[in-house]
Each structure stands twice: as structure tokens, then as C-alpha cells.
């Protein structure tokens, strides 16, 4: 039986969108292009992402993650109860979708179809990404429009568990190696101007965590991953700053195999942290920026992974990019640049490989 292949590298989720892509949601929100044009043209279009990422070197790939309007909306693909409009001065007169109705499932095999899609354009195992129930409650629910629903926030997370484990298991059937629960909540708590906010900061930390392993429960035949960010903002950098000390009691109470983890900015604090995760736990390790214009380059990442080693064994490392790198529908970062960070990683992890197999 071969050996598991040491330092392999996936991404987050997300490749930049061109501007073709944006303008293409922007005209079919604006009701100049049918639902059926988008989708062919989608077709022709998600291969790029996904050669891009093979071009590059990248062991797991994703779709780019370009059929989205963003990582958060996705739930209103697969689910119904959503109102979408513009938020206007709340947010920043952006799209955002609001809980108004009872969640009920929509199309469950809307994305196992968009991966059957991906699987079948791609050598190289694939990832699909879902917002986590704690994520979608933060965004979505609206004390003013939506507690005559939901009466409270945490009524409508639970709500949204058997919608998501519904993904999760479709997913799993469609051949996806990877399933990823997106929750960047979760890291925000070791900012302690964040976790003022909370009555008890760490009980709702503990909150997130099982809701997540509620989605998760009983799943098998994919790798369950967790990805922990500070919030991406692009060029204006990230949100939550400090270690993850502060939320190790609820990643530890994490039943999932993986967690994908930034380190490259400052914020992130020390790699010591990673010592006192289980070892069952595979380190999906932030080695690349994905918001900065410097492209590290390889020597950099090998490093930054050469850091690592020393808290934790190199059979538990997965290389990846802090996060992804157009979380956001107004996410602005160029495509080469991007595919120029992602072989660089890819060049690092066969120095890994020489210097350490």
C-alpha cells in the first residue's frame, strides 16, 4: 500500500472571480440574463478555476467556488425562507440575504451536482465549502424580521442543522473528498474586544462548536473539515486579532478531521498553540497570504511549514492559503496573482518533500 502523500496542498474554497463572473451575477440579479443562460455560461467558465488550480500544483482543488454569489448566500441555493434585497446603510448597501420564513429544503442536490460537475472536470480530488449553522445565524437572522420565526438566533441555527447535514451527506454520495464547514465566528472569539460583547463569551464559542458537530454527526467517506479565520477583507486586511489559545477548549471539543488555519498574518499569534490540538486532528496550515499583494515565495512558505514542525508531526500538515481568496462577491484580488501563490505553494511542499520524506 503506498504512503499518504506528505504536505499536500489544497486551497480554502474560494479563487478571485473575473470580471466576466461578477458582471455575469450582476446581470442575471438584474434580470438581463435567464437562469438557464447562467448556467451555461458557468459551465464554460468553472473548468478555468479548476485548471488553474491543477496548473499550479494544487492537490485538492475546489470549483473557485465561482457558481456563488458568495460563501454566505449559498444557503439560499439549497433552502427557502430567505428575503434578499439591498441592506442599504446597515450594510453598506450591499446584498444580503434575511431569514423571514420558515427554512425549509429546497433543491438538496444543487451542489452535489456542481461537484459531480468539478469531479468530472478535475484530476485531482475535490473540496466544496458550506457556511456553518453558527456563520449563517450571525448573517442571516434579524432580530426586527425574523423572531416571529425564530424567536431567538440560536432557534434558527438549529433550524438550519438538518439542512446542512442534508449537503453534507449528498456531497459525500456525489464523491467529494473534502467537506469544509466555513465559520470564521468561531475564530473571532479570541479578540477580546469580540468576546466583550458576549454575557459569556466562551459558552457561545462552545455553542458554535456543537453545532457544527451536529452537522458532522455520523458522516463518513469524506474528510470533515472546519475552516477558523479572522474574517477576510481583502487588501483592507482581516478583523479578529490574537491567539488561538483562547478558543482551544472548543476546537478540542470538535469531532471533525480537519482544521484549516491561518498563520501568515501577525494576528494570528504563535504556532506553540498547535501542540495542544488532538492528534487526530489534521493542520490544513495558513501558509500563504491571500490578501496581500506580496506573493511569498517558496522558500518563505517552506519555513513558515519548517515552523510548524516543531509543535506538530509533518504527517499532519495540509498546505493552504490562509483562507479564500474572494470569500466576498466584492472581492478584488487578481487571478495571477493568485495562480502565482498557489505554485509557489505547490513548489514549496516538493522541497518539503525531498528534504523530509
Given at each position: 500500500?503506498?504512503?499518504?502523500l506528505?504536505?499536500?496542498?489544497?486551497v480554502?474554497?474560494?479563487?478571485p472571480?473575473?470580471?466576466?463572473?461578477?458582471e455575469?451575477?450582476?446581470?442575471?440579479?438584474?434580470?438581463k440574463?435567464?437562469d438557464?443562460?447562467?448556467?451555461?455560461?458557468?459551465?464554460e467558465s468553472?473548468?478555468?478555476?479548476?485548471?488553474?488550480?491543477?496548473?499550479?500544483?494544487?492537490?485538492?482543488v475546489?470549483?473557485?467556488?465561482?457558481?456563488?454569489?458568495?460563501?454566505?448566500?449559498?444557503?439560499?441555493?439549497?433552502?427557502?425562507?430567505?428575503?434578499?434585497?439591498l441592506?442599504?446603510e446597515?450594510?453598506?448597501?450591499?446584498?444580503?440575504h434575511?431569514?423571514?420564513?420558515?427554512?425549509?429544503?429546497?433543491?438538496a442536490?444543487v451542489?452535489?451536482?456542481?461537484a459531480?460537475?468539478?469531479?468530472a472536470h478535475s484530476s485531482r480530488?475535490?473540496?466544496?465549502a458550506?457556511p456553518?449553522p453558527?456563520?449563517?445565524?450571525?448573517r442571516?437572522?434579524?432580530?426586527?424580521?425574523?423572531?416571529?420565526?425564530?424567536?431567538?438566533?440560536?432557534?434558527?441555527?438549529r433550524?438550519?442543522?438538518?439542512?446542512l447535514?442534508?449537503?453534507?451527506?449528498?456531497?459525500?454520495?456525489a464523491?467529494?473528498h473534502?467537506?469544509?464547514?466555513?465559520?470564521?465566528?468561531l475564530?473571532?472569539?479570541?479578540?477580546?474586544e469580540v468576546?466583550?460583547?458576549f454575557?459569556?463569551a466562551?459558552?457561545?464559542a462552545?455553542?458554535c462548536?456543537?453545532?457544527?458537530?451536529?452537522v458532522?454527526?455520523?458522516?463518513n467517506?469524506?474528510v470533515?473539515?472546519?475552516?477558523?479565520?479572522r474574517?477576510n477583507?481583502?487588501?483592507?486586511?482581516?478583523?479578529?486579532?490574537?491567539s488561538?489559545?483562547?478558543?482551544?477548549?472548543?476546537?478540542?471539543?470538535?469531532d471533525v478531521?480537519?482544521l484549516?488555519m491561518?498563520?501568515t498574518i501577525?494576528?494570528?499569534?504563535?504556532m506553540r498553540?498547535?501542540?495542544?490540538l488532538p492528534?487526530?486532528?489534521?493542520?490544513?496550515?495558513?501558509c500563504v497570504?491571500?490578501?496581500?499583494?506580496?506573493?511569498?515565495?517558496?522558500?518563505?512558505i517552506?519555513?513558515?511549514v519548517?515552523?510548524?514542525?516543531?509543535?506538530?508531526a509533518k504527517?499532519?500538515?495540509?498546505?493552504?492559503?490562509?483562507c479564500?481568496f474572494?470569500?466576498?462577491?466584492?472581492a478584488?484580488?487578481?487571478l495571477d496573482?493568485a495562480?502565482?501563490k498557489l505554485?509557489?505553494m505547490?513548489?514549496?511542499?516538493?522541497?518539503l518533500?525531498?528534504r523530509h520524506g
Open positions: 500500500m503506498s504512503q499518504p506528505l504536505f499536500p496542498t489544497t480554502v474554497g474560494s479563487m472571480r473575473p470580471l466576466f463572473v461578477k455575469l451575477f450582476d446581470e442575471f440579479h438584474e434580470g440574463v435567464s438557464a443562460e447562467r448556467q451555461r455560461l458557468l459551465d468553472v473548468p478555468l478555476a479548476i485548471a488553474l488550480q491543477e496548473t499550479a500544483g494544487v492537490d485538492i475546489s470549483d473557485g467556488e465561482w457558481r456563488r454569489f458568495s460563501y454566505v448566500g449559498v444557503i439560499s441555493d439549497v433552502a427557502s425562507g430567505f428575503t434578499r434585497g441592506s442599504g446597515k450594510r453598506d448597501g450591499k446584498y444580503w434575511t431569514v423571514t420564513g420558515e427554512v425549509t429544503p429546497g433543491n442536490d451542489l452535489a451536482e456542481h459531480r460537475f468539478a469531479i480530488p475535490v473540496k466544496v458550506l456553518s453558527y456563520l449563517l445565524s450571525v442571516m437572522w434579524d432580530e426586527t424580521v425574523s423572531k416571529n420565526v425564530y424567536p431567538t438566533r440560536e432557534d434558527f441555527a433550524a438550519i442543522v438538518p439542512i447535514r442534508a449537503q453534507v451527506t449528498a456531497l459525500a454520495d464523491g467529494v473534502t467537506v469544509q464547514l466555513d465559520d470564521p465566528h475564530c473571532l472569539f479570541v479578540d477580546p468576546r466583550k460583547t454575557a459569556d466562551d459558552r457561545e462552545m455553542h462548536a456543537s453545532l457544527i458537530n451536529d458532522f454527526q455520523g458522516m467517506g469524506i470533515r473539515a472546519v475552516h477558523l479565520c474574517r477583507k481583502g487588501r483592507q486586511g482581516w478583523v479578529g486579532e490574537g488561538y489559545d483562547r478558543i482551544m477548549d472548543p476546537l478540542r471539543a470538535l478531521d480537519q484549516m491561518e498563520f501577525p494576528a494570528a499569534g504563535d498553540c498547535l501542540r495542544d492528534a487526530h486532528f489534521r493542520i490544513g496550515l495558513g497570504d491571500c490578501r496581500g499583494e506580496v506573493i511569498d515565495s517558496p522558500e518563505t517552506v519555513e513558515r519548517e515552523k510548524a514542525m516543531e509543535h506538530v504527517e499532519r500538515l495540509v498546505l493552504a492559503p490562509d479564500g474572494a470569500p466576498g462577491n466584492a478584488d484580488i487578481p496573482e495562480y502565482a505554485r509557489n505547490a513548489r514549496a511542499a516538493h522541497v518533500r525531498e
